[in-house]
């Protein structure tokens, strides 16, 4: 068996993975780096989720520019290069600081237009604009060398991805001392070779997608679509023996998904932590951090969590966003924790696409952030959690009703107070959705069939449970199957699933508005011979 390479952890320069002491594995993305350079001039944006490899990219296209030639053997672009010339590079980092207010996101910005000053031997003269320092440095650069300026930035929206869950205006703040910094690449335009910049949200109102230099959007363009985490075919004539023993269709499963219009790619991180740890299955990339938005966004919108999956944006939802209309969807999708299942084409109008959750892992991880914010319970902390799981899996329904019961029993009171939720099925339907989702359990609700909308279908390897809740029914008395119940016989709501092979579970479960507490649950096994129409 032949060494195997390192795997790349931590790793954050270009020049760092190809030099380094260790054989570390490279998956060799040049391609599309020629693809995206073989123009004399050319601005670029690249929307991914953190910890995509966007760094590495940039850093990438910096050694690239820069001519260093020899990091580049053996990979496609290394014979296909002009290595005569080279360009000096301009590289501004946003993804290091913690942006809490305003300071903060000037004094990084200073911190970058110095940095880059120092290293190329320039002192500038302007320290009261960020944007007219910035076009100094360019112009300066430019005249030092003789040469256009290569621009790259990286995760150039952090600082207001970091404000956005303020109360404040702090985030819009940001967005102001940003735009007029990004300005000067208008101002620097012919001062400019090539301008590459990522980040997760493409955000209007930032003056950089529009005029002269208007920035080709590649986040959705098929050529780029795997330019940035790793396709199947990447990981199976790649990584050598790493995967040997290893279930493919699980590690899938759980990692990958991830569409932009090409192929489906893997999360970088999560693939190579999984790897380092032995292949065991963990929510790496999910417990690396979220962004503190997101649960405030949760908080504000009005999708439940199982509406996200499935939903269907016009394109424009997804390719910008406005900080003034803040729409939780697109958010989603930028972020990571939606993906595009389906590309649907509209006569004369352009594109829509059919969204829905990439993996396991998000599935998992994005329903108990949804569960903590219904409830306000963090759910890891519930001691009842896998009862629920576990007996939906061994068929104890007892089990069942008891840890349902015990969920709701746990959610304070000051959930219900100044809203009339607790009315609706479609709070509990959520609550309980989101609840056995991240314990892992395989869930849908509101399953259209030809009869009508089905409340939940839960599935076990042996069994499949039909649900419908309903609010303030009548109490059954003595064999009465109750409204519920009724209602999942007289729509024959079980007839999908006849030739599963699996039994049939059908329940029936009441919530009280008073109580806020489920106080009827009734299941029963369907059978062949039974009379459904009673």
Do not use: C, L, Q, W
């Given at each position: 068996m032949s060494q195997r390479q390192a795997l790349p952890i931590g790793i954050q320069t270009f020049e760092d993975l190809r030099t380094g002491g260790a054989d570390y594995l490279y998956i060799d993305k040049t391609a599309h780096i020629h693809e995206m350079t073989k123009l004399t001039k050319g601005y670029y944006f690249l929307s991914r989720p953190r910890r995509f490899g966007k760094s590495m990219l940039c850093s990438t296209l910096q050694a690239l520019f820069e001519g260093k030639q020899e990091l580049f053997e053996g990979l496609y672009i290394h014979d296909k290069w002009d290595w005569s010339e080279n360009f000096?590079?301009?590289?501004?980092?946003l993804s290091a600081a913690n942006y809490k207010d305003l300071g903060a996101v000037e004094t990084r910005v200073w911190i970058n237009l110095n940095r880059n000053a120092e290293f190329h031997g320039i002192e500038l003269k302007i320290t009261d604009s960020l944007g007219g320092a910035f076009e100094e440095l360019i112009l300066r650069i430019y005249q030092k060398y003789d040469k256009k300026v290569v621009v790259l930035i990286d995760e150039y929206d952090k600082p207001i991805q970091d404000t956005l869950s303020n109360e404040d205006d702090l985030a819009s703040n940001s967005l102001d001392v940003l735009r007029g910094f990004y300005s000067a690449l208008k101002a620097s335009d012919q001062y400019i070779r090539f301008c590459f910049m990522t980040g997760i949200t493409k955000f209007t109102g930032v003056g950089l997608f529009s005029g002269a230099n208007n920035f080709n959007d590649i986040s959705l363009d098929q050529r780029y679509a795997s330019i940035c985490g790793f396709t199947q075919n990447e990981l199976e004539t790649n990584f050598g023996d790493y995967f040997d023993g290893v279930n493919m269709e699980e590690v899938q499963a759980w990692y990958n998904g991830y569409n932009y219009l090409g192929d489906k790619v893997y999360n970088p991180f999560d693939i190579l932590m999984f790897l380092d740890k032995g292949a065991y299955f963990d929510n790496y990339w999910w417990d690396s951090g979220q962004p503190s938005f997101i649960a405030k966004i949760f908080s504000q919108g009005k999708v439940m969590p199982y509406q996200i999956d499935n939903l269907v944006l016009p394109s424009e939802e997804l390719k910008q966003f406005d900080l003034n209309h803040l729409n939780l969807v697109s958010l989603l999708w930028q972020a990571g924790y939606l993906t595009i299942a389906e590309q649907i084409k509209i006569p004369m109008r352009g594109y829509r696409y059919r969204m829905a959750i990439p993996n396991n892992e998000v599935q998992v991880s994005l329903n108990k952030l949804f569960f903590s914010d219904l409830t306000t319970l963090r759910q890891s902390s519930q001691h009842h959690n896998y009862k629920a799981y576990d007996a939906i899996i061994d068929n104890q329904l007892g089990d069942f009703e008891k840890a349902i019961k015990a969920m709701f029993a746990s959610i304070p009171y000051n959930n219900y107070v100044q809203n009339n939720i607790n009315k609706f099925e479609g709070y509990y339907a959520s609550v309980i959705y989101a609840y056995l989702m991240a314990l892992g359990l395989k869930t849908r609700t509101?399953?259209?069939?030809?009869?009508?909308?089905?409340?939940?279908?839960?599935?076990?390897?042996?069994?499949?449970?039909?649900?419908?809740?309903?609010?303030?029914?009548?109490?059954?008395?003595?064999d009465e199957r109750g409204e519920a119940l009724d209602q999942i016989h007289e729509k024959k709501y079980y007839e999908p699933y006849l030739n599963d092979g699996r039994k049939i579970v059908l329940i029936g479960m009441h919530f009280s508005e008073e109580e806020k507490n489920l106080n009827w649950f009734k299941p029963e096994e369907w059978k062949l011979n039974q009379n459904t129409n009673n």
């Open positions: 000096p590079v301009v590289r501004i980092d509101e399953e259209a069939i030809s009869s009508g909308r089905i409340d939940m279908v839960m599935e076990s390897p042996t069994h499949i449970y039909v649900v419908e809740f309903k609010v303030n029914a009548p109490k059954p008395e003595g």
